[in-house]
């Protein structure tokens, strides 16, 4: 009898993304499993590391902006990110995470699991 051994599961991340509706569109039509790519205006794509400052995000501009605010949470795998050094964005807990547009699809690709929806604002 044989035995197979189980796959590792690579240590993830958890980030979070505050967004609006048309790119929540977008992620929907990718299957949940990976981000648009960015507008040309749009050089950076930025996951935020705390829950609180993606609601803030999400509740105070994308509702402003857009009608709706979403927050998505999603894992990435820990040694990929160790890349993109943390960034200072405000305060001692707005951190985001700058990910070169270019370099998107290779974010995507070591995303784990789905990206999913955790706080809907209207």
Same mark, same amino acid.
């Given at each position: 009898?044989?035995?197979?051994?189980?796959?590792?599961?690579? %240590?993830?991340?958890?980030?979070?993304?505050?967004?609006?509706?048309?790119?929540?569109?977008?992620?929907?039509?990718?299957?949940?499993?990976?981000?648009?790519?960015?507008?040309?205006?749009?050089?950076?794509?930025?996951?935020?590391?705390?829950?609180?400052?993606?609601?803030?995000?999400?509740?105070?501009?994308?509702?402003? %902006?857009?009608?709706?605010?979403?927050?998505?949470?999603?894992?990435?795998?820990?040694?990929?990110?160790?890349?993109?050094?943390?960034?200072?964005?405000?305060?001692?807990?707005?951190?985001?995470?700058?990910?070169?547009?270019?370099?998107?699809?290779?974010?995507?690709? %070591?995303?784990?699991?789905?990206?999913?929806?955790? %706080?809907?604002?209207?």
């Amino acid at each position: 009898m044989s035995s197979t051994t189980p796959t590792p599961t690579p %240590h993830t991340t958890t980030l979070w993304r505050p967004t609006g509706p048309d790119e929540l569109d977008l992620v929907r039509a990718l299957d949940w499993r990976a981000w648009p790519p960015r507008l040309p205006e749009q050089p950076i794509f930025y996951p935020v590391l705390n829950e609180d400052y993606a609601i803030r995000i999400a509740r105070d501009w994308n509702v402003k %902006h857009s009608g709706a605010g979403f927050v998505t949470r999603f894992e990435v795998d820990t040694e990929f990110l160790a890349r993109y050094p943390v960034r200072q964005a405000g305060g001692q807990t707005i951190l985001e995470l700058w990910v070169p547009a270019e370099e998107l699809d290779e974010f995507n690709a %070591h995303i784990v699991g789905r990206i999913e929806v955790v %706080h809907t604002f209207r």
